[in-house]
């Protein structure tokens, strides 16, 4: 694990071309003249009531990202500008004026719930401007002064003074605001709890599955050193290695075993970089491994390299399924043939969060009656994402570990108008669009469709009813379904091969929207009606 890193090594920005620092302030707080001592690095004698746009070269900062500087005037006649500019910042530096105590209480008074009421949600440098000004005497620090306005305000990154006539800290300014932006502090660490974010433990802990090579939960000293020269290109020496395990060991003594590093250390570390300022380093090893300012894997990681008509699917190839079976056997640790929610939790606790929690996933397989998911329902889910949200499916495939290129887990099955002028086809999923009235019975044909099924080819080519096909008996306790409900399972062909069926309920309130659009049903192989037999269904 590095010793901290140099901000020239990171990934310039995360990819972003400019940084817009909106500058905000009572009158007479110092806005004009700060922007324009730290364009020039001269105190102006005198200065504009408001500046044009400014522009720092990205050669004044580490990361190599240019900063755009907007002053603004709090004059009531410019508020409509004012409100525009602090929309379209990436940061806010907020000035109050050091020897003037009011400008203090106007903080937390009006320009901070000011900032919250339009909704702005961007980090926010306080800067306490004129400090050559301040009287002497005063007794009370700086952080006496912010620190319960920080506890209000959590969206304060930092709290600064600087003088522009002395030119004291007057460069700082902006890179802290910089910094703010291009290694933002809230999507890592929690500062109420001082703890780091779930969704950053959740990245942190694939990176070192990836880097624990031999898979024994502890990075040696070998996979520190790959690490190391991955992220930082520079290796780390015997004694910086030493030196680094000793620290955690001193604070955490579990963070440290027989075999390296562990889990718990390596979290240790990142937490403390962050606590000692230096979120750079925490954001290199994000980036590094392909992560955006969300902690998601980033656009340019996940792009499919195919594209597809609208009656093409995409599927999960050979290897990607042998893949997730070995994955669904390493995460079963009680050996039942069943991943129970404690089980699916670790197994997607490398992803942002568990892609199956909500619709239309949630209930869309079978589960047993613990609330387990079988290696069927578990490949079935992944049929389905991979159907619904081919990009989805790749980046949670990526997460889970898996390492091999898109080509070699994903294809684009052939059109199926020519697969109807073959008359056969290679594909393994399949998709019902399931169509009625309110009360019909859709939603219950869904649930009662997840069980084990056995299908009959020659019914299906003669168009006879099938009877017995569903073995999971019908429930009363079911709700109605929606745009969103579907349902898929594996079902047997006679000869013994099996394919993925998806029924998708289509609501009778959504069924025109629905069909608004030529390509709607592109993507359905057989569409089923549904009726109620007691009553009549003329006209359907």
Known sequence: MPTGGSPANSVPGGGRATVRVVVVGDRATGKSSLIATAASENFPENVLPVLPLTRLPADSYPDGVPVVIVDTSSSLQYKG??????????????????????????????????????????PVIVVGCKLDLRD????????????????????????????????????????????????????????????????????????????????????NDEE???????????????????????????????????????????????????????????????????????????????SLPFKRCPD?????????????KGVFSSFDTDNDGVLHDPELNDLFSTAPESPWDEAPYKAAVERTASGGLSLSGFLSEWALMTLLDPVQSWANLIYIGYTGDPASALCVTRRKSLDRKRQQTERNVFQSFVFGPKNAGKSALLKSFLGRCSFDTSAQTNRRPVSNSYCRPFSDNYTLGSNDCYAVNFVDRIGGTKKTLVLREIAEDGVQAFLSTRESLATCDVAVFVYDRCKSFEGF
């Open 312 to 324: 093409q699917s995409v599927e999960l190839k050979s290897e990607a399924m042998e893949f997730l």
């Open 81 to 122: 500008k004012l409100d525009e500019e602090l929309k379209r910042a990436d940061a806010i530096v907020l000035t109050y004026a050091c020897d003037q105590h009011e400008t203090i209480a106007r903080l937390s008074a009006f320009w901070l719930p000011e900032i919250r009421r339009l909704k702005v949600k961007v």
């Open 136 to 219: 002497e005497s005063s007794q009370t620090s700086l952080e006496q002064q912010m620190l319960p306005i920080m506890q209000q305000f959590r969206e304060i990154e930092t709290c600064m003074e600087c003088s522009a006539a002395k030119f004291v800290q007057v460069p700082e300014v902006f890179y802290y605001a910089q910094k703010a932006v291009l290694h933002p502090t809230a999507p890592l660490f929690d500062q109420e709890t001082q703890d780091l974010k779930p969704r950053c433990e959740r990245a942190l802990k694939r990176i070192f599955t990836l880097c624990d090579h031999d898979m024994d939960g502890a990075l």
């Open 224 to 302: 520190l050193n790959a690490f190391q020269v991955k992220c930082f290109n520079a290796p780390l020496q015997p004694a910086e290695i030493a030196g680094v395990k000793r620290v955690v060991q001193e604070k955490l003594p579990e963070g440290v075993n027989n075999r390296g590093l562990t889990l718990a250390g390596f979290f240790f570390l990142h937490a403390l970089f962050i606590e000692r300022g230096r979120l750079e380093t925490t954001w290199m090893v994000l980036r590094k491994f392909g992560y955006n300012n969300d902690i998601e894997l980033g656009d340019d990681f996940l």
